[in-house]
């Protein structure tokens, strides 16, 4: 099935340690992006993607890194920089266009211990 | 920048009843797009319906209709015969038409209750 994979569902991370997020699309999509989602809120973007090896931060880019090595994929890191990593983390794709419309994949929910 | 306002925190209606979502936004662009996405439990984000500003008829798609008015900038979502699977968080988002590749600006969301 095409679609849009996100590992682990759960993840915890301990204070000083960087995590991460994987993303994977097999649906032949361009730009990836990764968006964050607190309890009670909208999502906020991290990091986009428009082809491999390019990138730009979003609107919360701060203590977060990712890198585009392949057009499948676009994982995401979180860095011990990030001081509230606590989040629900989703990550979608699209294709380049006019009608692109952003697809989600099921999310990654990330805990600190 | 791009500003998308849900003034209901919260909504319910009735099972097989129709029930409105509000949606404003604030842009000077005049090339952009609109959504709607359904977050129910899961926590799976899913496309319910998108509309182009350049047309003026508004989009349907089954049950869920739009009321778009690009001059009061106003998006609503309609939701007829509503049924206990579309009990779920709602999002009104914004892409910009001038760039591709460009970000969706979410609103805050409408938590929608189906009650039998």
């Known amino acids: 099935d095409g679609g849009i994979t996100q590992s682990p569902k759960y993840l915890f991370r301990k204070e000083g340690q960087n995590v991460t997020l994987s993303c994977e699309q097999n649906?032949?999509?361009?730009?990836m992006y990764w968006y964050r989602q607190d309890p009670g809120q909208g999502l906020r973007l991290i990091y986009y993607s428009q082809i491999v090896n390019d990138f730009q931060k979003g609107d919360i880019a701060e203590g977060y890194s990712v890198s585009r090595e392949k057009k499948e994929s676009f994982p995401l890191t979180v860095t011990s920089a990030q001081k509230n990593p606590t989040a629900f983390y989703l990550c979608a794709s699209s294709i380049q266009g006019v009608r692109e419309t952003q697809y989600f994949g099921p999310g990654t929910r990330l805990l600190v211990l | 920048a791009q500003t998308v306002t849900q003034s209901q925190p919260e909504m319910s209606v009735q099972e097989a009843e129709t029930v409105t979502l509000s949606c404003t936004y604030d842009?000077?662009?005049?090339?952009?797009?609109l959504f709607w996405y359904k977050q129910p439990p899961s926590r799976q984000m899913i496309l319910v319906i998108r509309q182009e500003a350049y047309k003026q008829q508004n989009a349907t798609e089954n049950r869920f209709s739009v009321n778009f008015q690009k001059a009061a900038k106003s998006f609503s979502l309609k939701i007829s015969d509503s049924q206990l699977g579309d009990a779920a968080m709602y999002f009104c988002?914004?892409?910009?038409?001038?760039?591709?590749?460009?970000?969706?600006?979410f609103g805050e969301g409408t938590q929608l209750t189906v009650n039998p």
């Open positions: 988002a914004y892409r910009s038409g001038e760039t591709s590749g460009s970000r969706l600006t």
């Open positions: 649906l032949n999509h361009d730009a």
């Open positions: 842009t000077s662009e005049s090339d952009y797009y």
